[in-house]
Nanobody, 123 residues
Framework: QVQLVESGGGSVQTGGSLRLSCAAA????????VAWFRQSPGKEREGVAS???????NYADSVKGRFTISRDNAKNTLFLQMNSLKPEDSAMYYC?????????????????WGRGTQVVVSS
């Protein structure tokens, strides 16, 4: 059974940092495309960052230069380092895995999804 479990969310002030983690079980994220998405109330889920099996990365324009996606193959865990956080970064953050369309930051129902971790950035 595939499981993706996010952690690391919380409340920070503008300019602060958070590091999100996504622990995977039942699949090896070393060999597949993985990604982070976020969703705020009343808004559609949007792609934040993706990482291909080959190591290529893709970022939404809104987070370029501030967020970094990475993975620890030994721990089978995906990370999202978020720096210089802004109030507009506040959202539920989800990790996703297992579908190549994720690299283009397109939410795909044929991927595996975690349940999310909440990030709140106050001004």
């Amino acid at each position: 059974q595939v499981q993706l479990v996010e952690s690391g969310g919380g409340s920070v002030q503008t300019g602060g940092s958070l590091r999100l983690s996504c622990a995977a079980a039942g699949l090896n994220i070393s060999y597949i495309t993985v990604a982070w998405f976020r969703q705020s109330p009343g808004k559609e889920r949007e792609g934040v960052a993706s990482l291909s099996a080959g190591g290529s990365t893709n970022y939404a324009d809104s987070v370029k230069g501030r967020f970094t996606i990475s993975r620890d193959n030994a721990k089978n865990t995906l990370f999202l380092q978020m720096n210089s956080l802004k109030p507009e970064d506040s959202a539920m953050y989800y990790c996703a895995a297992g579908n190549s369309h994720l690299f283009g930051l397109r939410a795909n129902e044929n991927a595996y999804w975690g349940r999310g971790t909440q990030v709140v950035v106050s001004s």
